[in-house]
């Protein structure tokens, strides 16, 4: 974590810098808007700036804004300045911490903007697998590309992997490649010097160099350029980077993760992303699986976001109903945890008495999750599994096991992935069983349309 004061922060300067580093951050000072430019831009870089409120913050942000600089304010002022506090969040602070500094309250944003808590929960077997692996290569210097649906976690992953690998107290830098322009990326990864370009007003140091002797992470990577694969392919392989207008190369130390939410050995074949690129980056693939394919991730992780929305918003922890549990496991969650964190968020708010139920687990529109349109197919399946277990009385448990299984799997078109979320199995226990099956001469539904993977039965 690394912290730029800029200020004088009315006298509190040392206070405030040894409660942040009591809370593991790095510290720098700057005296005023000016001194803070040339530290950003030199690439000592910023996680947060805690800026006295007496400076002219608007002009700090209009400054951030047009180097394209992206790092939070906090303001500091004095706590009866009411006036200032008000004014410093409309210039775009986002939080305002009263003087003299409350250790707490400083610990507390610290924390925010570290993204410690955004830990990894899971418990779901196929997580577990993905956990494991990297586990086993955190330690290595091999680059890592973390694939997967948008929203499954995979700069959590990434921070994960840095966070137990060598380089874990140098900085972890991270920059999103789909939400840069072209034309600006390639400054924002390599740097500048002064005049390189109009609106180069000075020597600008890239996210290669910001993250020098730590990692960095390519977000998104499939949304770059192929003009600019090639430079960066370069970098990887020499650990050497060239400044924009610059002549002088600038050797670098590194590790690089990169993320994709796109099938790159397609984009490949299309075109769109050099193979060399994809064969340094992919050292190691880890995979991570939709929230659909790991069901027993759902509740933990609900749990998980309850406490953590409950603290955040001041209110009594509830516990999820038994009925809220049963909407949470059969919901399909297409945007995978960053929906199932806003979902429990907004249940947090929406709960009445001791518990959470199904009326207070709603979309962003207002709908409740448990009355929204279900597939055909899915309906047809949990009316079917519910017509199964009526028939109970006289029969073994593995015999009941079975026809609930392939009855659900039959009415889900073979669809493996909708059949597991409907029984409230792993996809993996789901595979084991139908294999079993099949090795004792039962026909199996063949794989539907909808399945990412085919299941061959083998007699």
């Given amino acids: 974590m690394r912290l730029l004061i800029v200020g004088t922060l009315k006298g509190q300067l040392t206070t405030a810098t040894k409660i942040a ?10 005296d005023d808007n000016e001194q803070a430019m040339r530290v950003l831009r030199s690439g000592k870089g910023a996680d947060l700036l805690l800026v006295d409120v007496a400076l002219d913050i608007r002009d700090l942000v209009m400054r951030l804004e047009a180097e394209h600089i992206a790092v939070p304010i906090v303001a500091c002022g004095i706590a009866s300045d009411a006036r200032a506090a008000v004014a410093a969040i409309h210039a775009g602070a986002k939080e305002y911490i009263p003087l003299p500094p409350d250790p707490e309250l400083i610990a507390a944003v610290l924390a925010a903007v570290a993204n410690d808590a955004r830990e990894l929960v899971y418990r779901d077997e196929a997580m577990t697998r993905v956990v494991k692996l990297a586990q086993q290569i955190a330690g290595s210097e091999a680059s890592v590309m973390i694939t997967g649906e948008s929203g499954t976690g995979k700069e959590v992953m990434a921070r994960y992997v840095h966070s137990r690998s060598n380089r874990a107290k140098k900085p972890f830098i991270s920059i999103n490649c789909a939400a840069i322009p072209e034309h600006l990326l390639e400054s924002e990864l390599f740097g500048h010097e002064k005049g390189a370009f109009t609106g180069a007003i000075a020597r600008r140091i890239g996210k290669f160099e910001e993250a020098n002797g730590g990692t960095l992470l390519l977000d998104e990577i499939s949304e770059m350029d192929v003009r600019l694969q ?15 207008g610059g002549k002088t190369p600038v050797p670098v130390d590194i590790r690089i993760l990169a993320t994709s939410n796109r099938n790159l050995a397609e984009a490949v074949r299309a075109g769109t992303f ?3 690129l994809l064969f340094r980056l992919n050292v190691v693939n880890l995979k991570i699986p939709p929230l659909r394919e790991r069901p027993a991730d759902i509740l933990e992780l609900a749990q998980h976001f309850a406490k953590k929305y409950a603290d955040a918003n001041g209110v009594a922890l509830r516990p999820l109903s038994a009925e809220a549990r049963r909407v949470l496991t059969t919901n399909r969650w297409p945007g995978n945890v960053r929906e199932l ?3 429990i968020h907004r249940s947090v708010l929406m709960a009445q008495g001791d518990e959470i139920g199904p009326e207070a687990i709603i979309t962003p529109d207002g ?16 009316f079917a599994a519910e017509q199964v277990t009526r028939a109970l009385v006289g029969r073994t448990v593995a015999d009941v096991e079975r026809d609930l299984i392939l009855e659900t799997l039959k009415h889900c078109l073979g669809n493996r992935t909708h059949a597991a979320n409907i029984l409230g199995i792993s996809i993996r226990t789901l595979r084991n069983k139908l294999n079993e099956y099949a090795d004792g001469g039962i026909p199996i539904t063949p794989a539907g349309s909808g399945e990412p993977r085919a299941f061959v039965a083998m007699g």
């Fill in 21 to 30: 580093i009591d809370n593991g951050a790095s510290v720098t000072h700057a």
């Fill in 230 to 244: 090639s430079k960066l392919l370069r970098a990887i392989q020499e650990r050497v980077i060239d400044r924009v």
């Fill in 274 to 276: 050099r193979e060399d």
């Fill in 341 to 343: 964190e806003n979902t």
């Fill in 367 to 382: 709908d409740r999750l448990d009355q929204t349109k279900t597939p055909a197919a899915v309906a047809h399946a949990t």
